[in-house]
């Protein structure tokens, strides 16, 4: 159903803001406001204001799953930016294709799934585990400790993680995991046992207020950061500045975007999000791909001139984007983005020096296809 001229483009918006996610999903909800509020205030699309219809799922998979039905069913909807945890996205993706609707989602993920009522704008292993783990192996040491929250990304995060590090000649020395949301008292024993191990880094895909939690005890614990720092693929600045910078620095993100990217697009979307949301506001890889699939969506949505799935989801395959993360491409045969791969490492300030940048574009391999494990390093991408 298109919209008329006075209602505008209805779509969906589907982020926490309540619950064990509230703040990482915040960040996407706060990327994708900006990016409507911007083509909005352009004149919108063929003259029409984007309208995002909100809900807020809690952190709730289940109810996830009941708001999507509600809203591509009772709010007549067709497009969705929502999802953040593959645990939700997994519950939505079936309502999404029973409707024909069209999701976008921002979340760095697991892989190992294809829907063409799906565009994944987030990055996938092969572009933020392979050059994390030859980062970890050159720089840090070979023995590596995996935590994890215990369900699908986690466990599907670590194998291919552990895969990649034992085919490079490291160890994996420990493996734990705890329920979504584990609070102090679940994780003390953890961090005895990591300073009881002393490995050369752990990698964590501890995600929520777990993870924050984790980064809290492990700096009371006095664990020498610098030698046996915390890895990760989604602690980033805005959750660092609610743990406090302080505790965090010398921790390493493997992500496709920093706020510390020095180019003139970063530069803008840096200075329009604070003026939005506060001079303290950050950036990250969270709100970053949820800003810029909006501005995807609207380029589609302009050259179709209807809220039509199918064809603006092919529109999108195959789309060359500039973003402030740099420029990007919809891949026509997986729907996932090529994206550039960087290491950074955080600093006193709660945001990132950017230790290494890929040499481009990195295409997603969500199946491991074509990836080889043992190769390349570093070295050879630099």
């Keep these: ?22 703040v990482t999903e915040g960040e996407h909800l706060a990327g994708t406001l900006l990016a409507i509020d911007e083509i909005n205030a352009a004149g919108g699309v063929l003259g029409r204001p984007i ?23 009772d709010d007549e909807l067709e497009i969705l930016f929502g999802c953040s945890m593959s645990g939700s996205r997994k519950k939505v993706l079936p309502v999404v294709e029973r409707h024909n609707g069209l999701l976008f989602y921002p979340s760095m993920y697991e892989g190992f799934e294809y ?29 590596i400790v995996f935590v994890g929250s215990d369900y699908i990304y986690p466990h599907e995060s670590n194998r291919v993680m552990r895969e ?7 160890e994996i020395v420990a493996e734990h995991y705890l329920p979504l949301g584990a609070g102090a008292a679940d994780q003390v024993p953890l961090i005895e046992d990591i ?24 700096d009371a614990a006095g664990i020498d950061r610098t030698a046996c720092p915390i890895a ?37 979307f840096v200075a329009s999000f604070k003026a939005r949301y506060g001079a303290a506001a950050t950036t990250s890889v969270w709100s970053e791909p949820a800003y810029w699939q909006v501005h995807l969506f609207a380029q589609a949505l302009q050259q179709v001139g209807a809220l039509d799935t199918r064809r603006i989801g092919q529109a999108i395959a195959g789309r060359e984007f500039r ?60």
């Design 115 to 143: 829907s063409e009522n799906l565009v994944y704008t987030g990055a996938t292993l092969n572009q933020t585990c392979l050059p994390l783990a030859d980062y970890l192996l050159q720089t840090c040491g070979r023995k």
């Design 195 to 218: 300073a009881r191990i002393r490995p050369d880094a752990v990698f964590s895909t501890l995600v929520g207020s777990s993870a924050q939690t984790f980064y809290t005890l492990y």
């Design 164 to 170: 990649l590090i034992e085919a490079k000649g490291g």
């Design 51 to 73: 309208v995002p219809v909100c809900r807020d799922p809690g952190s709730d998979n289940d109810t996830y799953r009941a708001l999507a039905r509600q809203m591509l069913s």
């Design 323 to 382: 973003t402030p993360g740099g420029p990007v491409q919809i891949d026509a045969d997986t729907r996932h983005s090529w994206l550039t791969p960087r290491i950074g490492v955080a600093r006193a300030d709660g945001l990132f020096d950017i230790v290494w940048t890929g040499g481009g574009l990195v295409r997603p391999d969500p199946y491991f296809a074509t990836t080889r494990f043992e190769e390349p390093s570093l070295r050879e991408w630099a």
């Design 232 to 268: 990760s693929l989604t602690m980033a600045e805005g959750e660092i500045a609610r743990i406090g910078p302080a505790r965090c620095t010398g921790h390493i993100l493997a992500a496709s975007y920093f706020q510390t990217i020095d180019t003139a697009a970063n530069h803008k």
């Design 1 to 22: 159903m298109n919209a008329s001229a006075q209602e505008g483009w209805r779509v969906g918006v589907l982020f926490s803001t309540t619950g064990t996610t509230a």
